[in-house]
């Protein structure tokens, strides 16, 4: 990957060169990555949910801007690995950073930085030649005096650990402030080239890959805390109704998801299955947004034993 060469700051525009690359968002989970990477593109494509570790897949989301393209990949927390999964996602993670043109370090505003943070910055330290932003997340959150005194320990701490902010920039996902500034900042850091996506690809995720994820993102909502990574969801087909008027399609979607023991059925389906129903009618919704189209979805829930720990069974649920 080349090293990226500064912005001109070229007096006429039509004189600068259009960039393209890759950036991803690190940071504790529950950080801000995902909404910040929906902030960005400016539709809902990686999943976010008030539970740490819910970013499974890589997702990418692009933002077309006149002068350049950015394409954000949106990689799974960090964190101390107990199963085999854990060592996975980690490694999927490490891989991610050493590829992309930009990293930008998510750190909420509203939380002191304390040793997750300091984990990640100084595996951060090892990749020299990738810039690195600071981004002090959730801004809105916090008062103008604790949002300088974060700005301040931020810099602390990457000077603690050997890191060169390219910036340090405070940002609202939720409230749009600043998002289109991060956006400004993070073009000219990429290497000089034409769009790498067609203009209007929002992602290049395989929409199965994403419709998994709508899936998985609804059936986590009120379940209980450790119960994010014994929930896997497989999308089986995905297949336009036949015999349809043109105008009024059908996609049948049929998808599994995928459970680690028989006593976690219960609380995914709920009693009398209002709980899987309530799945149910939850993702679709997103889903129709997403596809823009009508979709009937069909879910079942089975138990795939102790999955995480299993190579074979982890192959075949796409890790
Ligand atoms: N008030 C406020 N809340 C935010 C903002 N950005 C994110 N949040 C909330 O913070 C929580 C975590 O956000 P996510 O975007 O899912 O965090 P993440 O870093 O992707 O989390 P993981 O997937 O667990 O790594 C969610 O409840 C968000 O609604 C923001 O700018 N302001």
Redesign the pocket.
Known sequence: MDAPSPASPAADDAEAPHRSGFAC?V?????????????LVGTKV??????????RHTVRGIVHRPEAQLVLV????LHKPRTLLGERLNDVVRTTWAEVDVIGF?L?A?ERTGPGDRFIANELAGLKRTPKVAVV?????VDSRALAEQLISVDRLGKECGIEWAEIVP?????G?QVSLLADLLAPMLPEGPPLYPDGDLTDEPEQVMVAELIREAALEGVRDELPHSIAVVVEEMLPREDRPADRPLLDIHANIFLERPSQKGIVIGPKGKRLKDVGTTSRRHIEALLGTPVYLDLHVKVAKDWQRDPKALRRLGF
């Open positions: 968002f940071g504790r989970p529950n950080a801000g990555k995902s909404t910040l990477t929906n902030a990686a999943i976010t949910s008030n539970r740490p570790q819910t970013t949106d990689t799974p927390g998510c909420p509203d997340t959730k801004s809105d959150l940002v609202s996902a939720t409230e402030r």
